[in-house]
């Protein structure tokens, strides 16, 4: 678990980063960065966050890893990255940063610069690399946030340190990751880490032992308690996300190709997302059983999710529960598969609140319910899964009021509505459209005749607009970090006379009235709208079994 300071410089890379800053949030208000250190040279380190990472940080916040992987892997250029979960499983981007000079307060500066930008909001859980500065920094500024250390980086310092293991006895590695990864109790690891150390004659090696004493924060088995967003219960510690900027940046990239190979990833990773939509909405699951409970997720989560809940209740019907004891309301379960009651897992029924808990956890740790509860549940008869079950951020709509919150108002940013918001609001307005138009002729023929409307107003209000006004104000900055601010207006040419001067000025100042007006009332109806998703998909839940209720 290492650190250590580093100096680095970009030379005339430096500048091209800064213009390239200042140029995009001069194109978008909403885009944040700030700089660490020498001011804006090359010397300083520096943070950036586009629009999309800060609206997606709305939507996919709870589970967040900080990847410093040039670190590890002698980067050409120091760059790290500030990474998620979306949806449909795919990593989505937070913020990136170049640090330049890593000293104790670069990784303070860093997280605290982050959150700045994501307008304070703290993450249920973190992954990072086993750092000791890390560690201090995160618990210093994420102080009620689950620190999780990131796998990987310990297997790969793991087979540096025992490469002499590694070298002789080929199985050891392999052992080494099942017990990490496959041990489903805290007893079955302990007495799995204490037998491989044993057999491989390591119990008093000083590596394994500063592992043992940091298992809390890296060993799956006493992390499922938290949620980190994980489809799989062995993935190996959150790794998934490092996939956002693979194939675009490497140990080779220079900094003169940094921001093309970033705005590539970037792009790319919004095809997939936009795929992985279209996807969902225009295909039909394949339901396996007779229960409404799969018609139900099946209608609410995405089509990867879907496929991972599916799972879960087919792999039920090899998973009978057995009543183990009952006290009061609560009821308690045994549920394994057959042929492995070795692997039994325990269940809690609360018949009264219909509400569950199993020692696999997986539920905590990934937002899927297990196979366990869903095996008690349909022994009991519970026909749709209770609200609490349908983590929001799994489904169809998680993009839905979640973004339009109160952050949603500092991301506009000047009265202006970023261009990425508008995109994103308007696409998903059309797939809503194209949803239902779809459903019948007449359907079709009202919607394509709406559209050729909405394309001639679009046209009539871009022609009348051509020649008007815009403007943008540069502004950001954190702790620690540089205040930078400039503005660009651009004007077209007009006659110096005081009369027309003052007609710009009172138009002006009547039009910033009347965005501020605008925006009040905007905050107010996407507050009431995102309040009315919420209850829509709690509602649907308890219609569906009402309805159960009266056919029964």
Same mark, same amino acid.
């Given at each position: 678990?290492?650190?250590?300071?580093?100096?680095?410089?970009?030379?005339?890379?430096?500048?091209?980063?800064?213009?390239?800053?200042?140029?995009?949030?001069?194109?978008?208000?909403?885009?944040?960065?700030?700089?660490?250190?020498?001011?804006?040279?090359?010397?300083?380190?520096?943070?950036?966050?586009?629009?999309?990472?800060?609206?997606?940080?709305?939507?996919?916040?709870?589970?967040?890893?900080?990847?410093?992987?040039?670190?590890?892997?002698?980067?050409?250029?120091?760059?790290?990255?500030?990474?998620?979960?979306?949806?449909?499983?795919?990593?989505?981007?937070?913020?990136?940063?170049?640090?330049?000079?890593?000293?104790?307060?670069?990784?303070?500066?860093?997280?605290?610069?982050?959150?700045?930008?994501?307008?304070?909001?703290?993450?249920?859980?973190?992954?990072?690399?086993?750092?000791?500065?890390?560690?201090?920094?995160?618990?210093?500024?994420?102080?009620?946030?689950?620190?999780?250390?990131?796998?990987?980086?310990?297997?790969?310092?793991?087979?540096?340190?025992?490469?002499?293991?590694?070298?002789?006895?080929?199985?050891?590695?392999?052992?080494?990751?099942?017990?990490?990864?496959?041990?489903?109790?805290?007893?079955?690891?302990?007495?799995?880490?204490?037998?491989?150390?044993?057999?491989?004659?390591?119990?008093?090696?000083?590596?394994?032992?500063?592992?043992?004493?940091?298992?809390?924060?890296?060993?799956?088995?006493?992390?499922?308690?938290?949620?980190?967003?994980?489809?799989?219960?062995?993935?190996?510690?959150?790794?998934?996300?490092?996939?956002?900027?693979?194939?675009?940046?490497?140990?080779?990239?220079?900094?003169?190709?940094?921001?093309?190979?970033?705005?590539?990833?970037?792009?790319?990773?919004?095809?997939?997302?936009?795929?992985?939509?279209?996807?969902?909405?225009?295909?039909?699951?394949?339901?396996?059983?007779?229960?409404?409970?799969?018609?139900?997720?099946?209608?609410?989560?995405?089509?990867?999710?879907?496929?991972?809940?599916?799972?879960?209740?087919?792999?039920?019907?090899?998973?009978?529960?057995?009543?183990?004891?009952?006290?009061?309301?609560?009821?308690?379960?045994?549920?394994?598969?057959?042929?492995?009651?070795?692997?039994?897992?325990?269940?809690?029924?609360?018949?009264?609140?219909?509400?569950?808990?199993?020692?696999?956890?997986?539920?905590?740790?990934?937002?899927?319910?297990?196979?366990?509860?869903?095996?008690?549940?349909?022994?009991?008869?519970?026909?749709?899964?209770?609200?609490?079950?349908?983590?929001?951020?799994?489904?169809?709509?998680?993009?839905?009021?979640?973004?339009?919150?109160?952050? /949603?108002? &500092? @991301?506009?940013?000047?009265? #202006?509505?970023?261009?990425?918001? !508008?995109? =994103?609001? +308007?696409?998903?307005?059309?797939?809503?459209?194209?949803?239902?138009?779809?459903?019948?002729?007449?359907?079709?023929?009202?919607?394509?005749?709406?559209?050729?409307?909405?394309?001639?107003?679009?046209?009539?209000?871009?022609?009348?607009?051509?020649?008007?006004?815009?403007?943008?104000?540069?502004?950001?900055?954190?702790?620690?970090?540089?205040?930078?601010?400039?503005?660009?207006?651009?004007?077209?040419?007009?006659?110096?006379?005081?009369?027309?001067?003052?007609?710009?000025?009172?138009? /002006?100042? &009547? @039009?910033?009235?009347?965005? #501020?007006?605008?925006?009040?009332? !905007?905050? =107010?109806? +996407?507050?009431?709208?995102?309040?009315?998703?919420?209850?829509?998909?709690?509602?649907?839940?308890?219609?569906?079994?009402?309805?159960?209720?009266?056919?029964?």
């Amino acid at each position: 678990m290492s650190s250590g300071a580093r100096h680095r410089t970009l030379g005339g890379g430096a500048q091209q980063i800064l213009d390239y800053l200042k140029r995009t949030q001069a194109e978008n208000p909403a885009f944040f960065y700030a700089f660490q250190g020498d001011n804006e040279h090359s010397t300083g380190n520096v943070f950036w966050a586009d629009a999309t990472s800060r609206m997606n940080y709305n939507h996919f916040g709870d589970t967040v890893k900080l990847d410093t992987f040039y670190r590890m892997n002698n980067y050409k250029v120091p760059f790290a990255a500030l990474t998620g979960l979306n949806h449909h499983g795919q990593p989505v981007l937070f913020g990136c940063a170049l640090l330049l000079n890593e000293s104790d307060t670069t990784f303070l500066w860093l997280i605290q610069t982050w959150l700045h930008a994501m307008s304070g909001h703290f993450p249920v859980s973190i992954t990072t690399d086993p750092d000791r500065l890390i560690q201090m920094a995160v618990a210093q500024v994420l102080p009620g946030t689950r620190h999780r250390f990131c796998k990987r980086s310990i297997f790969l310092e793991t087979q540096e340190k025992l490469a002499h293991i590694y070298q002789t006895h080929p199985t050891f590695e392999m052992e080494f990751k099942k017990c990490i990864n496959e041990t489903e109790t805290v007893d079955e690891f302990e007495s799995c880490w204490e037998s491989l150390l044993e057999r491989y004659y390591l119990l008093d090696n000083e590596w394994l032992q500063s592992l043992y004493n940091a298992r809390h924060q890296w060993v799956p088995v006493y992390m499922r308690d938290t949620f980190f967003g994980e489809l799989c219960m062995t993935d190996t510690g959150g790794d998934a996300v490092n996939l956002f900027f693979d194939g675009y940046v490497n140990a080779a990239t220079s900094i003169q190709l940094l921001i093309k190979q970033y705005e590539k990833a970037v792009a790319g990773w919004h095809e997939k997302e936009l795929k992985a939509d279209y996807d969902t909405t225009s295909t039909t699951p394949v339901l396996k059983t007779p229960s409404p409970m799969e018609k139900q997720a099946a209608d609410l989560y995405t089509k990867r999710i879907f496929t991972k809940f599916q799972e879960e209740l087919v792999e039920t019907l090899a998973n009978p529960a057995t009543k183990i004891e009952e006290s009061g309301t609560i009821t308690s379960y045994r549920v394994a598969k057959y042929g492995e009651e070795i692997k039994a897992h325990t269940v809690r029924f609360n018949a009264f609140e219909m509400k569950a808990n199993c020692s696999c956890q997986m539920f905590e740790f990934s937002g899927i319910i297990c196979r366990h509860i869903l095996a008690v549940f349909r022994s009991k008869n519970v026909l749709t899964l209770p609200s609490e079950y349908l983590l929001k951020r799994w489904t169809r709509n998680a993009k839905s009021g979640g973004a339009v919150d109160e952050q /949603a108002s &500092e @991301l506009r940013g000047n009265s #202006q509505e970023p261009l990425t918001v !508008r995109h =994103n609001n +308007l696409r998903h307005e059309a797939i809503k459209f194209v949803e239902e138009g779809a459903k019948s002729i007449h359907f079709y023929n009202v919607a394509m005749d709406a559209l050729q409307e909405a394309a001639k107003k679009v046209a009539a209000a871009k022609k009348q607009s051509s020649g008007g006004t815009q403007g943008s104000t540069l502004g950001n900055g954190a702790n620690q970090g540089t205040h930078t601010g400039e503005e660009n207006q651009m004007m077209p040419p007009h006659k110096s006379t005081d009369e027309k001067e003052k007609k710009i000025r009172d138009l /002006a100042a &009547e @039009l910033e009235s009347t965005n #501020q007006r605008c925006e009040v009332y !905007r905050a =107010n109806l +996407l507050a009431v709208l995102r309040d009315m998703e919420d209850q829509k998909l709690k509602l649907s839940v308890k219609v569906q079994n009402a309805r159960l209720s009266l056919k029964e």
